[in-house]
């Protein structure tokens, strides 16, 4: 089964382009707000690296979720969208001066710190403007994603967050720090995350670290434990909706929240990924000595997935019902990685025929480039035809 698209009027857009199916964000974001009304303290913000297009925050922010965001420049999009400052969150292994700043004067809900050299810069801006910052420190809980090496965040070997053993003493050192107001602890294992298994790893190890610190008598008000639920990139159309009760259900189960503790969760990937497809036009159908090539106006810059994490799209002939014949899908950039997908099934493709790359709402057109001095894809929204 193919996605639905209103063709004709794709004819007169140029193309390589980004659509998205609001109809289904709103579906998706019902979804959410549904299943977290289930229960007691949750909070959800959505992680705005995955998706910044100006039309599909705002249909996000409508929906009266939070912003997580990891750059000065995506606090400064979420204020601009009209997220509420105190429902925004700040992570980031690298914050810069002017960026930390900017979640001050924003007076954003919390900073995830994730070490002391940086909690130490943020004390220091905070009392030159006379206000205090909320904290949480991102904690490193040492559980594995059964994902790509590439998008696991949460092993003892990444770059993020702080390590266990040395979680009392940065609190201690906060609870120091005049212009530092210590509000919670942050995790967040990695993406595309489909094993159930890997959150009740996270639920177990926060239990643990709670049980731990309540016998030093410190308390935690908040709780954060990141984003990373997977949507299903085979089949697009069976499931849009990713599992959302039993995500929150697993939490809500396994996680011994305190009275009066708030549980924060960041999505990214499972709000926008399945609403986007990157459309693209065939260029030529090009034979080779052993197999056939559709050439297509997209390449790895308009949505560099597969080249970067080898991922899978689900790809579609949206022009033609012809029978399939087989195609290796590539795209114009000078660089041998720049294939979609080999061997894959299609309809007959044609000159003009286009071409849906399917649940590329997620870490597509923000991550697109100028690479070769390319034109960067546009986004439209359903309503926009
Ligand atoms: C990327 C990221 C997220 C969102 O991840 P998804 O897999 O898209 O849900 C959440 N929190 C932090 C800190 C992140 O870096």
Redesign the pocket.
């Known amino acids: 089964m193919k996605g639905t698209f209103p063709i004709d009027k794709f004819q007169e857009i140029q193309t390589p382009f980004y659509y998205y199916d609001t109809d289904l964000l709103r579906e998706t974001l019902k979804t959410i707000n549904t299943e977290v009304s289930k229960h007691e303290g949750f909070v959800v913000?959505y992680?705005i690296?995955?998706n910044a297009n100006p039309k599909v925050l705002n249909v996000i922010c409508q929906a009266g979720l939070g912003a997580?965001c990891?750059s000065g420049g995506e606090i400064q999009r979420c204020v601009e969208t009209g997220f509420p400052s105190n429902k925004i969150v700040y992570?980031?292994v690298g914050k810069s001066d002017w960026e930390i700043n900017l979640g001050l004067d924003k007076e954003i809900f919390c900073f995830?710190v994730e070490s002391i050299p940086e909690l130490e810069i943020i004390n220091e801006l905070a009392e030159k403007k006379g206000k205090v910052a909320n904290v949480c420190f991102?904690i490193n809980p040492n559980v594995g994603a059964h994902t790509n090496a590439k998008?696991t965040?949460g092993l003892a070997e990444n770059k993020?967050g702080i390590a266990l053993e040395d979680m009392e003493k940065v609190i201690d050192e906060a609870s120091k720090m005049k212009n530092i107001h210590f509000i919670g602890l942050?995790f967040?294992i990695?993406?595309?995350?489909l094993d159930m298994g890997d959150f009740e790893a996270l639920c177990n190890r926060v239990n643990d670290i709670q049980d731990q610190l309540e016998k030093h008598h410190i308390k935690i008000e908040n709780i954060n434990v990141?984003?990373?639920?997977?949507i299903d990139y085979q089949h697009p159309n069976r499931c849009p909706i990713p599992d959302f009760k039993a995500y929150f259900d697993t939490y809500a189960k396994l996680l011994k929240l305190r009275p009066g503790q708030k549980l924060h969760f960041?999505?990214?990937?499972?709000?926008v990924?399945q609403m986007g497809s990157l459309i693209t036009r065939t260029l030529y159908v090009k034979q080779g000595s052993f197999k056939q090539f559709a050439i297509v106006d997209a390449g790895m810059t308009d949505l560099i997935r597969p080249a970067l994490y080898n991922a899978y799209h689900k790809i579609e002939n949206i022009s033609s019902e012809e029978a399939t014949e087989t195609y290796d899908v590539v795209g114009p950039i000078c660089e041998s990685s720049d294939v979609f997908s080999k061997a894959i099934d299609l309809n007959k493709c044609h000159r003009g025929d286009l071409i849906a790359l399917r649940s590329a709402g997620?870490?597509g057109e923000i991550m697109a480039s100028q690479y070769n001095c390319r034109v960067l894809p546009k986004g439209y929204i359903k309503e926009d035809f």
């Open positions: 913000h992680a690296k995955a997580d990891v992570a980031g995830n991102r998008i965040t993020f942050h967040h990695g993406s595309q995350i990141g984003g990373g639920l997977g960041e999505l990214g990937r499972a709000v990924g997620a870490y």
